[in-house]
């Protein structure tokens, strides 16, 4: 919305800030987080006094979370979610559709999550929204934002995978790169769901994943760096910067509140509509494969729980102690700030490794 202040940039020169992105980015940092620290406490006071007992907590879980963690009210992703969606209608250019599309599949993978949660506090149990009818509506959503990507886009880049440490190797997929960039984002949300199981396990992760392609969509949506680089070009991109960092200051407000012991938890309001986003940005940016770098923390959670329930159901033997691998690690005695402080150093490895792609080539 203030970017449209640059149209009286004649008669007021200082204006000409807000064309900048790296400008708007910081502000949107600021923005959001101000936002959740200012109301954070009245949305974690309301949400407490509608849900009661609050978050159901697993009875076939680590057995310390049924007394440390219960009565904690969740939906958390509430806060997260208003400071990025303030924060990135006042910061970013309005005109651009990358942006109403990363917008609309974030809130629309919120949405989804909040009824799960209100399911859950609502029966006091763990079976919330349908399984299947919930990966159906996130792949239909999904589907559309990579239709829309493609329309945006040209051809026959649009439809292409792009390979990392190689300069001109992309992969046309056609039009199978709507299933692909699908599953890519329905994926995301669903692996940043599993990683929310640990006060601050999820969140810090998921700042520096977007911290991460902030940089590679500012970079990729500018035609000099991206030369420079020799990366793929993806015009119009680059205002998705802005929104990385509306979720990175949304994200260091909730962290405040969600750091042990929590007086919120994310809930899959939060976990789903972050994740769903980054998946929708690194498809946006043409990085699908760097996101499993840059998220291989989610992943790797992901990937555990999968491994768990293939494994029992051929063998009826279990892998790990316990899944998510952050609950295997509690049942070998690590304590919860061992592996959250541990997980997030993996998470800035891996964000690392993964930004090297844009120079390695």
């Given at each position: ?125 763990h079976d919330g929204f349908s399984g299947r009818s919930r990966l159906a509506i996130e792949a239909a959503i999904a589907a559309l934002a990579c239709v829309a990507f493609i329309w945006l ?209």
């Amino acid at each position: 919305m203030l970017y449209w202040l640059i149209d009286i940039a004649g008669t007021i020169p200082p204006l000409n800030v807000f064309r900048y992105i790296t400008f708007r980015t910081g502000a949107a940092v600021v923005t959001g987080a101000l936002f959740v620290f200012m109301f954070g406490p009245w949305i974690i006071d309301a949400l407490r006094a509608r849900q009661g007992k609050g978050q159901p907590i697993r009875s076939d879980g680590p057995q310390s979370h049924i007394i440390a963690k219960k009565g904690t009210p969740t939906m958390g992703g509430l806060m997260i979610l208003s400071g990025l969606a303030v924060s990135t209608l006042l910061w970013a250019n309005l005109s651009n559709p990358y942006v109403w599309i990363v917008l609309a599949v974030t809130l629309s993978f919120g949405l989804i999550g909040f009824y799960d949660d209100y399911l859950k506090v609502k029966k006091q149990t763990h079976d919330g929204f349908s399984g299947r009818s919930r990966l159906a509506i996130e792949a239909a959503i999904a589907a559309l934002a990579c239709v829309a990507f493609i329309w945006l886009g040209r051809e026959p880049f649009s439809t292409s995978l792009v390979i990392p440490f190689f300069k001109e190797v992309a992969v046309d997929l056609g039009w199978f790169f709507v299933a692909f960039g699908a599953f890519i984002i329905v994926g995301a949300g669903n692996a940043v769901n599993l990683t929310d199981g640990l006060d601050g396990l999820a969140i810090v992760p998921v700042m520096i994943a977007a911290a991460s392609f902030g940089m590679i969509a500012y970079l990729a949506g500018n035609a000099v760096f991206a030369d420079y680089l020799q990366i793929h070009y993806v015009a119009g991109t680059g205002e998705l910067a802005v929104l990385c960092g509306a979720m990175l200051g949304a994200g260091l407000g909730f962290l405040w509140f969600n750091a042990p012991p929590a007086s919120i938890f994310m809930g899959d309001t939060g976990s789903l509509a972050l994740g769903g986003m980054l998946g929708a940005i690194a498809v946006a940016v043409k990085h699908e494969i760097v996101l499993a770098v840059i998220g291989g923390l989610f992943v790797l959670e992901a990937v555990s729980v999968i491994v768990q329930v293939a494994s029992f159901k051929l063998t009826g033997k279990r892998i790990f102690k316990m899944a998510p691998i952050h609950h295997h690690f509690e049942q070998l005695g690590w304590t919860e700030p061992q592996i959250v402080i541990r997980f997030w150093i993996i998470s800035v490895m891996l964000a690392l490794v993964g930004l090297s792609t844009l120079k390695l080539r």
